[in-house]
């Protein structure tokens, strides 16, 4: 018992695919996800900042850097799921938490348990925090799902991945951080050309005007 | 320019291979290193403050999470170049710091560029957390170096990096999170069995007695 | 509504991997080892039937072929799980088959659901043909971990389940096909050399001779 | 000489790829795809037997698991030959068929000769489940073309062999089995979305009224 | 100190990606782009001799094997490097030539160090040889990029790595091979259908005219 | 009808994997295995030439690049074929053989088919050139073989190709190259450690003691 395991369970990251079945062109690890979630939430927090807002940062970085750690014990078998009603994902979400917690109890010394309780049982809550690493996990998806429609996946899943991330990230659109999304980056990232453009610009705008 | 370009590096990063051509069981990207590193700083601060010391974890996350977001210029070359003088490793050095440089005044919009500059610029310093900083990166190594020799991976540059990790870790032996990982973790992650054990054990124990 | 999307899932079979991250030198995805089972209890199957019994090859093949369907739901995540209780695995257990039920009243036209129902439920069970399914599964893993500790694959992991694979199949001795295979088929796959044979052999002594 | 011989070509199988540089979405193996096509045997064998049909189901399996096996000897290369006149495909099948003559000979166990030799020469012969086969192989081809179609793979080469499935299996229209697939399944495939479909349809419509 | 290092070299030629990330349908390595780049000169060269013109072949086929065997240095990092100055790419190219001239004075026995000194430094010059070198190499890079365009791969870089294949190319339209090249293959290799195919041959017919 | 044809199958060699199956650390493909060949020719060559044999080096370098060309057609699947005999290696190489002749027929222009029958049949002929271009292949094939002895793949296979391959190139000790490979450039290649490095050595010396 000690803080070995923990170390460990970072490689296993390495090896675990996020959605996996969904992306086509470039997959995607459970650790490389964490560390661009954390990184775009580092961008969202610095224009928190310079509007004003006070951002805790350790709450921030360490939100945004543990919020998939608890994956390495089922995957990220959540995401995929069809013919799941919301009652078997919770029941998947409990398997995932009492994990969690068993992991929690075997493997962490005593005086970290509760900073690691912590860290691995709450993430998106309604703090300022929260709502970044919220937005960031949900703007990473947008960028994933981006690639593959610029690559002309024509799955019409990564559209609606698509529309589903700017309806999320609109839903937060009182943060100063999330106008700044959409009015400097993202028409920046939307410059690319691609087959079906047109017809995709007109449904964002519409997303985006509802 | 804005700060689009800096997000899309991010999936650059999980392209780029560390130490290409290095490590044969598990490759790793530069991605999954940042993510991995900035944990494993995080751990070190936990215990740093058990122990009573103040932790600045803005800086330390900071650090850690951007400190090889450079490599997505030139890769990760340096690491194995072989036949080369510390003078060409400076060359090398020099490129990639013009090409962030250049980077930054091109993408990143002038409020954050000083932000950026620091957080590209600036790593492994002597303050609290650059020490960290550079502990984790070491640490990181130890255990990647490791997969490959529990794997029954013979060539022996695995082992002269387990053995280097080793030696720089202790040369920060003054940290009490350095005193911890040598004391309580080490251990553990020595436990497993492989093949010539015991003569990799008595180089370490040498390493460790020096 | 209709079949198509039965035959769908047999190419999603093909994208999962069983017990994922377990098998190093060969991956196996679960369409592959479904192959191999079906072949595995039909070479079972012969024997049985040289040794005067009767096979219903229509019940022995289709359980072979169905058994691991299922897991196109949530991939094989019952097999790695680590820190989970026998309640957690009941609770991933009917969150599988609770999907499978959903799937069945949602996808298969009603003149074939019972036949379906019968496929993707029942396996295993104690007449002769769910017994030849026990064995051949376990044969199968055998063959797979036997695999990777020719290839010096050092985990232990592998000698557990090569074990593990041989008290099951010993467990079914009163088969004739049981028999055959500790007598004909098992020394032969043990001819071949590797480290550590020596060591190995006597721990397979020993748990044949339990 | 024994069995073993034979399981260990059952992996074999799951390293060989069918049509070799063909497939680039998806790579199929000859093991996933003896496990599809037996299933979808399976499937068109349910409809039959729905029609009033009997259906020898142990034959039927037999053939479909057993189809491909003999691709370990020299790989699937009939498929993609080109610049090969219908003698040199004969050499080919002729090298094919001593090769399994051999390997009968030497690996497998005088008592089950007999059967080894049903089960690798018999296949797509004129009984009912060689008609089956000869239809499961076929959808099989028909919906692993489909996959590269949809996702906008361009080379002529996947029209060409979905074209030429529904000629074959069209050919096959006086089994029930062919009806059903043609009036409930195929329409289903065919529902999703993908580039040039208007025109894609046209040309099936008009193989279809042939 | 002897050859033995040079011949590992074309091993880890093997290993090193050409203009790594830029390839996504297939990815190359140098020792294959090597490869293929020596056969496309003996193909010019045998179009030259054709045309009366008298092929140094040894020089030719020297050249051209050896043209990129310093990248087993620092891989090839020049062709996608992005904010790179004319000084920052020339850093790069001293970095390599110091590499290289270190290599052959630690690894090449010293009556062969003028041969390889010739063999790894002199590439495309003016001579006859070095030409048909400079067009090999861009006729493989057309190729390459021909490949991506005409499995959809939409990302323009392809586009501008053809366009500038065939500049560059026209730029020694003076050589008998080269008129060849754009009379007899080239519009033999633009047969095959893709997407954009209307646009894109305006586009080349363009650039040829000019 | 033109030389499109004969580039695009450079392309193919680079997608055909050179004995399929056989290598597990690296694998290798067969336009590689070209570049490769022609690079250790280049080594030979060079040697011989030191020792005042007169070198044809455009006749070398063209058997060496084009000698495994052919495998385009059906691949390579001489080498690993079991439970073939005399005869059917044979027939396999007829069917190539007239493949090949088919190839040139229908894709090289009439001026060019003479040169191309010279490099696509005759390769390891008694010329001085011919021997250069045998050794040079098993030399290769002495590197492959070796690379997995060294990372412990235990499978007999690789030390039986090594052996052979020795003995090959001792049956040419004729030739001051393979002299000089056998005294300066084999000793270096063994320096390396690996496990079972002593018995390996013993059956070295006893293979040259011959």
């Known amino acids: 018992m000690g803080l070995n395991e923990f170390i460990l369970g970072l490689t296993n990251l390495e090896k675990i695919n996020r959605a996996p079945g969904f992306f086509k062109f470039t997959e995607h690890t459970v650790a490389a996800h964490s560390y661009r979630v954390a990184s775009i939430a580092q961008v969202l927090g610095d224009i928190e900042e310079v509007n004003g807002i006070d951002v805790d940062w350790k709450m921030l970085y360490e939100k945004a850097l543990n919020h998939d750690y608890t994956e390495r014990f089922i995957g990220d078998i959540k995401t995929p799921v069809k013919y799941a009603s919301r009652e078997l994902r919770g029941m998947l979400q409990t398997v995932e938490e009492k994990m969690t917690d068993e992991f929690i109890n075997q493997e962490i010394p005593r005086e970290f348990q509760e900073i690691y309780r912590r860290r691995l049982f709450e993430g998106k809550d309604d703090s300022l925090e929260g ?19 610029v690559k002309n996946n024509p799955e019409p899943v990564y559209k609606e991945m698509f529309v589903e991330s700017v309806q999320t990230i609109k839903a937060y659109s009182h943060r100063p951080s999330v106008s700044y999304f959409f009015k400097e980056i993202f028409p920046e990232l939307l410059k690319v050309d691609f087959y079906g453009k047109a017809d995709f610009l007109e449904v964002i705008d519409q997303v985006l005007a509802e």
């Open 131 to 149: 709502e970044i690493l919220a937005v960031a996990d949900k703007v990473d998806l947008l960028y994933e799902s981006f690639e593959e429609i």
